[in-house]
């Protein structure tokens, strides 16, 4: 089992609709999650944090997370073109400490 | 948010050459660095961790003696890719740490770009 697994992509959604990424772990331990969109040939970017199970919205986008299960996800209301991108799920805490562990990323398509 | 440079932003080598990449936090102090590595359409693969004064943490896989880490100052981190191999070619990423609030966030430099022919 993967120690990070991410919806397998690529998705594709049109101009204006939702998108939703979803991310599973498997280190109980975990306490922070992380989002990053990645443009082909960019480095990551932070996108949203989330440490509390429930939700957090900043704009757009909404992070979920439920540690009882394992899971995250990223909302992306009102897509963009703009929005297309690679983005990569990463957990940090746990038996991994401080550092970020990712996932192997969901392209996202979005198209007008 | 934090900016995180790096230099060079690619740089093509003859095979044996080593290659030095510097990381460097400009407007905070980081006293954590991580140095990732990826390859097409892979995802990131942490090679190490880098704390200032002390000698960095690889992990499982990662050659020491073949990826020289040196972070000698709060805003400075070097990679070395010491005898430089095509397989060695990738795009090598750095991170810096920023605590505020009590909390850590992760920002990452805009990458170098590695070719070895």
């Known amino acids: 089992q993967k120690e990070v697994e991410q919806n397998s992509g690529p998705l594709s959604v049109p101009e204006g609709a939702i998108a939703s990424l979803n991310c599973t772990y498997s280190?109980?331990?975990?306490?922070?999650f992380f989002w990053y969109r990645q443009y082909s040939g960019k480095s990551p970017e932070l996108i949203m944090f989330?440490?509390?199970?429930g939700d957090k919205e900043d704009g757009r986008f909404t992070a979920q997370l439920n540690k009882a299960s394992q899971y995250v996800s990223l909302l992306i209301r009102d897509s963009q073109p703009s929005d297309s991108a690679t983005y990569l799920c990463?957990?940090?805490?746990?038996?991994?400490?401080?550092?970020?562990?990712f996932g192997q990323g969901t392209i996202l398509t979005v198209h007008p | 948010g934090a900016v995180v440079s790096q230099h060079p932003s690619w740089v093509i080598c003859k095979s044996g050459t080593s290659v030095k990449i510097e990381c460097r936090s400009l407007?905070?102090?980081?006293?954590?660095m991580f140095w990732y590595r990826q390859f097409p359409k892979q995802s990131l693969m942490l090679m190490a961790t880098?704390?200032?004064?002390?000698?960095?943490?690889?992990e499982q896989g990662v050659e020491k003696d073949k990826f020289l880490i040196n972070h000698a100052s709060l805003t400075l981190s070097t990679l070395t890719v010491t005898s430089a191999h095509p397989e060695d070619s990738s795009f090598y990423i750095c991170?810096?740490?920023?605590?505020?609030?009590?909390?850590?966030?992760?920002?990452f430099g805009p990458g170098t770009r590695l070719t070895v022919l």
């Open positions: 991170s810096a740490t920023q605590t505020s609030g009590g909390r850590d966030e992760q920002f």
């Open positions: 280190d109980r331990g975990s306490q922070s």
């Open positions: 989330i440490y509390s199970n």
């Open positions: 990463a957990p940090r805490g746990g038996t991994s400490y401080g550092k970020l562990t």
């Open positions: 407007d905070f102090q980081a006293t954590t």
């Open positions: 880098s704390n200032e004064g002390s000698k960095a943490t690889y």
